[in-house]
């Protein structure tokens, strides 16, 4: 079953704009959620994360909202730059040992 | 200081064949995690090491798949009788200590197999 779902496989933004990525999950046993940025070749990059007893985190352009009622996430990339354009995955861990729960990754591609 | 590294970075092998898959994690980091990745979906947990031993190996496929890390710090991961089904891309990660709760992991670029 697939706990973490990103429901956009892609998503296109003009540079300079609001980029929303979602996420939704379904088990309510997982207390942080994180995103990962990741290019192609590389490994995912941690990019910001959010303990489950806040509802928001902001890092600069990033900030990722939690709904825990709704079972939701999202991250917020303002202003959304070039640079910005990879695949974003959304995950979930719960306990010692963190072992991460991915969604599937949105593309993020934004257009100068 | 160095990052995750992993190798080979391209594996190509024939079905029923044996292959290991190494990563070496960032010194220090006692929590060592293993991940597969298939085309258009997210990583998904393969194993985790505490220090030497294997605290959760509950994403292991099924028995042909095993790991070690035999001295707590670079780990393989072994694949007898490959099948095409293996084909992949194997991410490593470590974190300073996975026995508290939530510490950051570092991924390594990924080991991309192939199984023809």
């Known amino acids: 079953d697939q706990q973490v779902k990103q429901n956009s496989p892609s998503l296109s933004v003009q540079e300079g704009r609001i980029s929303i990525l979602n996420c939704d999950y379904t088990n309510s046993m997982f207390d942080y959620f994180l995103w990962y940025k990741k290019y192609p070749a590389e490994g995912p990059t941690f990019l910001i994360s959010?303990?489950?007893?806040?509802d928001k985190n902001e890092d600069g352009r990033f900030t990722v909202f939690l709904n825990k009622s709704a079972k939701h996430l999202s991250l917020h990339i303002v202003p959304s730059q070039p640079g910005d354009s990879a695949v974003y995955f959304c995950a979930a861990s719960f306990g010692s040992g963190s072992r991460l729960t991915f969604g599937e990754g949105t593309q993020l591609t934004v257009n100068p | 200081g160095a990052g995750v590294s992993q190798t080979p970075s391209n594996k190509v092998t024939e079905k029923g064949k044996y292959v290991e898959l190494r990563c070496d994690p960032i010194s220090g980091h006692t929590a060592l995690y293993w991940y597969r990745q298939s085309l258009g979906q997210g990583p998904e947990f393969l194993i985790y090491f505490q220090g030497t031993g294997a605290a959760d190996d509950s994403g292991l496929p099924n028995d042909r798949f095993f790991a070690v890390r035999p001295e707590g710090s670079v780990s393989t991961l072994k694949i007898q009788r490959t099948e095409r089904g293996d084909s992949a891309v194997y991410l490593c990660?470590?974190?300073?200590?996975?026995?508290?709760?939530?510490?950051?992991?570092?991924f390594g670029p990924g080991t991309r197999l192939t199984v023809l």
């Open positions: 959010i303990s489950s007893i806040k």
């Open positions: 990660a470590s974190s300073l200590d996975g026995s508290v709760s939530y510490n950051e992991q570092f």
